[in-house]
């Protein structure tokens, strides 16, 4: 094999080719890869979107649950050493209760709409550093710390706000409206609804949040706590976190990542992942088998002159070679445009104009894996691509090839 | 001997098998200009294509500079192309991207020569064909007789022990066609260059030293 030579080959006959269909061989190539990275990120976009919302609705990082058998995380020096922790941004403590909500929107003990729905304990500070609830308020207003006899609930439990289950919900009911909660214990209690709060996360839409000193003087504790969730600044370092909140004494307590408890979530995102994966392996063999068309009908038409580079004493390699540079060239050509394309043109349309999916704002999630992963894809579909139709065309004789 | 051709058969197999070359022998010596004449479908060109290792014979033997090159391996024949036989076919074969000087230097790329010297060797092959003043034209600017004195030019580089030329002159008007045989004979006188030429010209003969006639795939003596 003699590599200049190939080279040699490859260069005069993509230069000094038809130019348009250089121009349309490259444009293809580009579509191919763009198309490659496209689909990915948009899958990438949707999988994290959908665990941006638990974590940022749901359970934060980390979520810290009672030992079997007990009602409430009793160690209260380990539940206030938890944010001591370097790493950890907070952790926010809840009472967890399930209620029966209800409302009678005459007064008249008739047409009582009611429901049995979550509601948590909240201190609003440590509430807000560790969830964004506080920020998804649509109607009203959020908790404030000293707020007694006031709720704020989610769009599932008021009804007529946009969501899922208004077969289920209060009817509509709206801040100020007045609604009746019966705790797991038995006391009722009336509460002034202060605001309405819609995620992209319909689990987190369907509780609602009162203050933790509120639910303390209704069930007669304090400082205890049903469940703790632990914010990190570090996604993908809960492993390491929860090491640490374990040497604080809370050893028999169950203590689980955001990733173990999605759950419903979990399985859409590896569906999403699945499909993803699928599609950029059809997206790999359509660039691939475009490649092998594209430098099939190149051997088809240089069928005479291959014959001729045999004949003056040309290896096959050599000619087998000329043509993988080619494809390779086109990959590379290919591979450059479209990450210009991606990083300069759409990543910044989408990040300005992300499209509204059920399970939240979606924007294209363009790693360097993804990037890393098309290349690899690209180049070897282009090296595939390009030797099977080389590797053809040299096979023939050299009388068949001159003279047909 | 330079060529020594022994029983050579040639069968193109089908339903009806056909006899191209039949039992054919004969030798070409060192410095010979030699002319393959015969009606169409006589053979020449099949027994061009046997001697110049771009088919492979049915039977028979071809020995070139003392070498049995039938016994080759087609990588072997690949070698034994570039470093001793040298090609004209009849419709130029240039290839449409190289220049002139590309196409004359690219088999000197293929022996790993080094650039410069094969840039200067290209350029002298040239210059000896009369086309130094057309080195860096594409074959779609030049006219068929300039394209085939690149081919020839392309075809001795490599100081081929043989050259080979199919119809070199067929597709070329008479001006033309009478320079490249001139051409031809010069290389023969001035520097012994082996020539063996199919040519179906009567008036070639005039230019090479001796002439083998085929016949339906056998060797006639000149006049039957």
Known sequence: ?404 | MIIEVKKLKKTYEGKIPTHALKDVSFGVKKGEFVALMGRSGSGKSTLLHQLGLLDAPSSGEIIIDGTNVVVFTEKQKTEFRLKKLGYVFQSYALLPELTALESVYLPLMLSDIPKAQYIKKATEMLEKVGLGERIHHLPKEMSGGEQQRVAIARALVNDPAILFADEPTANLDSESSETILELFKNLNKEIGQTIIMVTHEPDDKKHVDRVIWLKDGIIKPEGT
Not at chain 1, 36 to 48: A, D, R, T
Not at chain 1, 359 to 383: D, P, Q
């Open chain 1, 1 to 404: 094999m003699n590599i200049k030579a190939s080279f040699f080959l490859a260069r005069t006959t993509i230069f000094r080719g038809n130019k348009g269909t250089l121009v349309m061989t490259i444009l293809i190539m580009t579509l191919a890869y763009v198309n490659l990275i496209f689909i990915s990120s948009v899958f990438g976009g949707i999988v994290e979107a959908i665990n941006e919302q638990s974590i940022d609705n749901l359970y934060s990082n980390i979520v810290i649950t009672p030992a079997d058998d007990e009602v409430y995380i009793k160690n209260k020096d380990a539940i206030n050493s938890i944010d001591t922790i370097p790493g950890i941004v907070a952790s926010s403590a809840h009472y967890i209760n399930d209620a029966v909500i209800s409302y009678d929107e005459n007064n008249n003990g008739r047409d009582i709409q009611q429901g049995k729905w979550i509601i948590k304990s909240i201190d609003v500070e440590d509430e807000s550093k560790t969830t964004q609830i506080s920020d998804s308020i649509i109607e009203g207003e959020y908790l404030e710390a000293n707020d007694r006899n006031k709720i704020v609930i989610g769009k599932e439990i008021a009804g007529k706000h946009g969501g899922d289950l208004d077969h289920l919900s209060l009817g509509g009911v709206y801040v100020g409206d007045k609604i009746d909660v019966k705790f797991n214990n038995d006391i009722k209690r009336t509460y002034t609804i202060k605001g309405i709060f819609s995620t992209k996360n319909s689990q987190a839409d369907q509780m609602a949040f009162i203050t933790t000193k509120e639910l303390e003087s209704m069930l007669h504790v304090h400082n205890l706590a049903s469940e703790i969730i632990v914010k990190i600044d570090e996604k993908g370092q809960e492993e390491k976190y929860i090491e640490q909140i374990r040497q604080l004494g809370l050893h028999d307590e169950d203590i689980k990542t955001w990733e173990e408890l999605t759950g419903f979530t979990s399985s859409a995102s590896k569906s999403f992942t699945m499909i993803s994966i699928i599609l950029g392996a059809i997206g790999t063999i359509v660039a691939g088998v475009t490649i092998f068309i594209i430098i099939f009908v190149s051997i088809v038409n240089k069928r005479r002159q291959i014959g001729i580079l045999k004949a003056i004493g040309m290896k096959e390699s050599t000619i087998i070679l000329s043509f993988i540079m080619q494809a390779i060239f086109y990959a590379i050509i290919g591979i450059i445009i479209g990450v210009s394309i991606i990083l300069f043109i759409v990543r910044p349309f989408f990040i300005n104009n992300p499209l509204d999916f059920p399970v939240g704002w979606v924007s294209l999630k363009i790693t360097f894996n993804i990037i890393k992963i098309s290349n690899i894809s690209l180049m070897v579909a282009a090296l595939i691509g390009g030797f099977i139709p080389a590797f053809r065309g040299t096979k023939e004789s050299i009388l068949d090839t001159i003279w047909g």
